[in-house]
């Protein structure tokens, strides 16, 4: 948990910077937003950002754990996200700017080419039985028929899962299990960074551990041959052949604030993956009233870039539903930040004119490995905000960022949510909070978060501790689906009818938080969350393995770095061909993200006198630390063989 060096740095952060008059002026965020009581904010950005088939009668309920928002009100996500744009008269306005990863390959689609393709795809997915309530998971790449798929379901009232395109067919298969998932949309094959990754060929070994998936719909993107199954899988094009694509041919459902819009599943501390619940009216309103404020999004002028994958809730909330709701003009990028080139970004960055780009301090720490020329190639004038999300950004990522991406001149928001809570929970606002390089600052307007210590007591300005929040709030997760046992234990049994987020934090003298990393054994690598049990499991699921202790170390550019302590069964022998097998069994049971960076045979693990494992020691020994505490050790000794492996081994199984 929480490195008291890392609360040093901090303390040592002083640069402050102000906001400018010249963006105070013009800001969507004014300075008295915090003043108002938190129902009055919700209840008037629920009223006036949404448009509601029949109006919600009570803005919040909450019975500790489990809130409603906005009660009574009808509506439908696709018609807030594309329908009333084009009955507003813009459907002209472009959506998404949408780039392929091979050079050349664009298009720009409006909202009403947004709003025939959506329609279009409905019809299809009809004929196939989806309705109001039928789960569908969606597995593809970043092409614009993923939110289409999306907005095609919302727009029916389906719930959906989306399945990262990077997950292995046993977690596709587990997912969509789980959901108890009727249809699956997927394509042939995606891009990533000039080679075919097949999706297809992965959902149908998927579908053979999912019986209840009963149609899959196949997008044709890179057009190399892929099996058919007869009777199951359908082509996107054929299927949509002949349907109509006006809106009045498959109106959009009216669903009841609280429907089930998606279920997104991320790790916990144990193997299986937690079904996050997020619901209609809440969810769309969280989203878009902070998509607003913190890009202080311009709908008219602004080419908004959000880097994510839409695979993850960043992708969710700000490609998909927060800027479509608002109306804005936003780039899709299919490929990676170094394809062809490491300017790739800037020279999109420069062809669209973006104006506001939002994405991951590792990505950041990335161009800052490769050098400022790169960005330098190109006029990135046109930028006047920046975004961070998924991890603590460093002092020193922040300050590059703004040097050679801002020009010295933009505000940079570094957000801090969760899958769980859907939106942005804590975040400067641009134009009116003082900046901090490496804080987060302060809970966006009707949040309340505070920091706990051990017994629940907040600890006040200086101090360290849990990162809490205090109240509902719209977007909030309304539980795990299926299991309402582990969402209490989860988040709400540490302190009375307060969320606990699980990460360490600390508030300073002006009351801005910084936040210090996961407290439980979630690691975050490149901003994804992978849970050290699930690897674990994906470990000693492989034959030759008898145990396995996994941990992370800091990482200069994936923020962590996974690490596996294994033991083999004595039949198996330690080679350099084993370890490739491991990490590569590892990718098959999970997905190329949760590959071990290093691997470290051992005879033993380091265990407590009743078995338990010692992951705080291997910690310190995969960071090179001078061990804390080892008397309530089994065997000492084994930790300093450890020791002497590891640093036999290190650097010669680097990724
Ligand atoms: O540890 C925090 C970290 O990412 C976790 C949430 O991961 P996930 O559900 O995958 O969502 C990522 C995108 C919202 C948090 O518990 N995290 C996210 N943003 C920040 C952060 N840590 C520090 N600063 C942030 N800005």
Redesign the pocket.
Known sequence: MTEPHAIETMLLEERRYPPSEEFASQANARPGIYDEPFEAFWEREGRERLTWFEPFSELYEWKPPYAKWFLGGKLNVCFNCVDRHVEAGNGEKVAFHWEGEAAGELRSISYADLQRDVVRFANALKKLGVRKGTPVAIYMGMVPELPVAMLACTRLGAPHTVIFGGFSADSLSDRANDMECEVLITQDEAWRRGTAVPLKKVADEAMSAAPGIRASVVLRRTGNDVAMHEGRDHWWHELEEGEPDDAASCPCEPMDSEDLLFLMY?SGTTAKPKGIVHTTGGYLCGVATTHNYIFDLKPESDVYWCAADIG???GHSYIVYGPLCNGATSVLYEGTPDFPDKDRWWEIVERYGVTILYTAPTAIRSHMKWGPEYAQKHDLSSLRLLG??????NPEAWIWYREHIGGDRTPIV????????GM?M?TPLPGVTTLKPGS?TKPFPGVSAGVFDERGNEVGPGGGGYLVLKRPWPAMLRGIFKDPKRYEETYWSKYENVYF???GARIDRDEDFW?L??VDD?M?VS???ISTIEVESALVDHQDVAEAAVTSRKDATTGEAIVAYVTLKSSAEPSVEKLQELRDHVAKKIGPIAKPANIVFTPELPKTRSGKIMRRLLRDVAENRPLGDTTTLADPTVVNEIQQRAEDEQGADEA
Not at 388 to 393: A, D, K, L, N, T
Not at 414 to 421: H, I, K, L, V, Y
């Open positions: 991320t993850w809730i960043t961070s999300v998924g991890e603590p950004i570094d957000t801090w949510w969760q899958t769980e809570t942005v804590i987060a987020a699980g990460d936040l990393g996961r979630v975050n901003g994804h969350r």
